[in-house]
């Protein structure tokens, strides 16, 4: 990573970038309590510091690829928070009319693919995007986020063994919360070492502590670099843990209490926030300043939803094909 | 004029498609270096290159899925699936994917992709080899289903596919690959938005598709030896279904026959009988009648297979019941 992206303002920023989505995804659960959210909701809580650590890498040019645990990878790719928060209330302003809801973010103009539903589903998209600027010669990068369950899908092998034979430009985010739903991954997988399942298809990989935003920012910021010069894809595995249950409907039965409150020690804002301090990047009033801004833009993302329209039931067959037969 | 057979006017179709458009590339199994399961790619990479003519490995997921997020990445996918059955393994992609992708993004996104498979029995390739599926993606919203009949259509329907903004699958019949015509020589396009009378008549309709379009002309021939002048429907596109076709044909004949080479349960067949029965009930003159293959995975032994499937003399005996004694 160059120097000046280690600069004061990067740290701030990721601390920002977190805070954005803490605060909105606390909100969506509370919206979502308030019954103006429905559907299933999957809440981000616990790996913020993946999300805003690893956006950084990406250019305007790049593309993402997500899964169905996608508002903080939407927010940090700049999708606007009143669009997502819209969608979330099925309304017509929403960044999909109401098509997606909170699984199915999307947002072209930002090239955010998604939104993916299906547990590794996403995986042969990235694949494909990145197919496509290798063959369009652009060195463009596709980012493409996924958790540890999908890693017992085909489609991830299937994935990883066409990125390597093809050597396509394509960063490979794992973020091993350590459940697939409820099913833990000792359960799930006989090697529970994902880089070593990465190197089996001789992939580079890295074990990174996906509770520390600056050690993510650092490891795929280096990754993308290593993909844009055209070194072939990258993995990169980012331990973590969601505070929150899998959904609202969760009861989590399945997760030991001490474990939880175990990893919340770690939880990456305060720890960001602690870094700073010791470096005397911030103080009370800073952290203050940060989140008043914050506060803002979600009050405005929350207004905006509330006083948004509904889609005309007329427009139900829209964007089935191209032309409405 | 031009002799050509199905295998050699798909080629055709494809080198066309592949050399016209910089943006369209071939990929799936064995489309290369081997010349195409079915050789309808021979020749192709050696003119093409690697880029454009691309092999896979036996991942149908992950390189439909790429041919779908490569379509989303601004070009013109051909995915080849060797067959039908194996298309199941990117059933996901196809369905979860490709389909909705246009509706669930609030049309920010289309899928200008093309999946090219083979379908059908009649060549003693078993229940795992020979299954008609094509109906089950014609239930699918967001999807264009294709079906090639005729040498024409087998080398002119890529381009139109390859055109149209939507994901489009095209059945290719493997029973048709030897089925030869005399054709001009460029390479036309073909009109995939409505379906095809191959053989006019008046007194029944036969409504069919793809393989069986040979069987149900050849079955319109006997017909005629008895007096019964039989007007034959090739569907060309499973969805969208040219509805206005059929009720136009039925309304005129006022009988019908559907020869679906798809199970009778839930099939296509089934839907095309609904569609008479709410739009030209009291035109009817006798029961819908459809020629079904029999409810077994394809059997092996060419007895059991050639029973399974709709045979000239099943179509015969279904019309011949459509119109009694009423000519």
Same mark, same amino acid.
């Given at each position: ?7 004061? !303002?990067?740290?701030i ?15 969506? &659960? ?41 508002? #903080? ?14 969608? *979330? ?8 009319? @109401?098509?997606? @809801? ?9 090239? $955010?693919?998604?939104?993916? &539903? ?9 694949? #494909? ?16 986020? $996924? ?6 899908? #085909?489609? $991830? ?24 739903? #409820? ?19 001789r *992939?580079?990989a ?9 050690a ?13 010069? @055209? !070194? ?45 301090? !010791? ?21 405005q993302?929350?207004? $905006? ?21 | ?9 798909? /080629? ?7 050399? /016209?458009? +910089?943006?369209?590339?071939? =990929?799936?199994?064995?489309?290369? /270096? ?28 992950a ?66 080899h ?32 390859? =055109? ?8 290719e ?5 030897g ?54 429907i ?6 969208p ?12 004949? /006022? ?12 099939s ?18 006798? +029961? ?6 029999a409810?077994? +995975? ?13 045979? +000239? ?15």
């Open positions: 990573m160059k120097t000046e992206e280690h600069s004061p !303002e990067m740290k920023d990721l601390l920002r970038q977190m805070l954005r989505i803490r605060r909105f995804e606390e909100k969506a &659960a509370e919206l979502y309590s308030a019954a103006k959210i429905r559907g299933f909701l999957h809440l981000y809580i616990g790996q913020e510091a993946i999300a805003a650590g690893a956006m950084r890498a990406l250019t305007a040019e790049d593309a993402v690829v997500s899964t169905y645990r996608e508002h #903080g990878h939407a927010l940090a790719r700049g999708v606007a928070a009143a669009a997502i928060m819209a969608e *979330m209330y099925g309304k017509a302003e929403g960044c999909c009319h @109401g098509r997606g @809801g909170s699984m199915h973010l999307f947002d072209v103009s930002k090239r $955010f693919y998604g939104g993916n &539903a299906i547990v590794a589903g996403g995986l042969p998209l990235a694949l #494909g995007l990145a197919l496509a600027d290798k063959l369009a010669g652009r060195a463009r990068v596709t980012a493409c986020f $996924f958790g540890d369950g999908a890693v017992a899908e #085909g489609e $991830f092998h299937e994935t990883m063994n066409l990125a390597v034979l093809w050597k396509l430009p394509l960063l490979l985010l794992c973020e091993n919360n350590l459940y697939a739903m #409820g099913t833990a991954i000792a359960r799930a997988l006989s090697e529970t070492d994902l880089c070593k399942k990465a190197e089996s298809y *992939m580079p890295e074990r990174i502590d996906g509770m520390d935003a600056l993510v920012a650092v490891a795929s910021a280096d990754a993308t670099a290593a993909v844009r010069a @055209g !070194e072939g894809p990258r993995f990169l595995e980012l331990t973590t843990y969601r505070f929150r249950p899998h959904s609202m409907f969760d009861p989590d039965l399945y997760r030991d209490k001490a474990e939880i409150a175990e990893w919340k020690k770690r939880d990456p804002l305060p720890r960001h926030i602690g870094r700073l301090k !010791e470096e005397g990047l911030l103080d009370a009033a800073k952290i203050d300043a940060i989140e008043r801004a914050v506060a803002d833009e979600l009050a993302a929350v207004a $905006f939803a509330d006083a948004g329209t509904l889609e005309p039931v007329e427009s139900l067959t829209r964007d089935v094909y191209a032309r409405t037969p | 004029m031009t002799k050509l057979n199905y295998r050699e006017a798909l /080629r055709d179709g494809l080198r066309d498609a592949l050399v /016209r458009e +910089p943006r369209a590339f071939l =990929m799936g199994l064995d489309v290369g /270096r081997y010349g195409g399961t079915y050789a309808v790619s021979r020749g192709l990479l050696e003119e093409l290159g690697p880029e454009r003519v691309r092999d896979t490995p036996l991942s149908e997921s390189f439909v899925g790429a041919g779908i997020g490569a379509a989303i990445g601004g070009l013109l996918p051909i995915v080849e699936i060797m067959t039908v059955n194996f298309s199941l393994l990117a059933l996901d992609q196809i369905m979860n994917n490709a389909a909705t992708l246009r509706h669930m993004t609030g049309g920010q996104l289309a899928v200008p992709l093309v999946i090219r498979m083979t379908t059908g029995a009649g060549r003693q390739l078993a229940a795992q020979s299954h008609s599926l094509e109906g089950w993606y014609a239930h699918i919203p967001g999807l264009r289903i294709l079906a090639p009949a005729t040498v024409e259509d087998a080398r002119g329907m890529l381009w139109t596919a390859l =055109m149209d903004p939507d994901p489009v699958l095209i059945f019949h493997a029973a048709l690959f089925l030869e015509a005399e054709l001009e020589g460029a390479v036309t396009p073909v009109d995939i938005d409505h379906a095809k009378i191959r053989r006019a008549g008046k007194h029944v309709s036969l409504v069919t598709y793809g393989g069986t379009l040979h069987k149900t002309l050849a079955a319109a021939e006997t017909l005629a030896k008895d007096g019964i002048d039989a007007e034959v090739d569907l060309r596109s499973l969805r279904l040219d509805t206005e076709t059929i009720i136009a044909s039925v309304k005129k004949t /006022r009988r019908a026959v559907i020869i679906d080479e798809g199970w009778r349960s839930g296509l067949s089934a839907e095309i009988s609904a569609r008479v029965m709410e739009q030209a009930f009291y035109d009817l003159d006798a +029961p819908v009648e459809r020629v079904c293959t409810e077994v +995975p394809i059997p092996y032994a060419k007895q059991l297979e050639e029973a399974a499937l709709p045979q +000239p003399e099943t179509i015969v005996q279904a019309a011949r019941k459509t119109v009694g004694t009423h000519v």
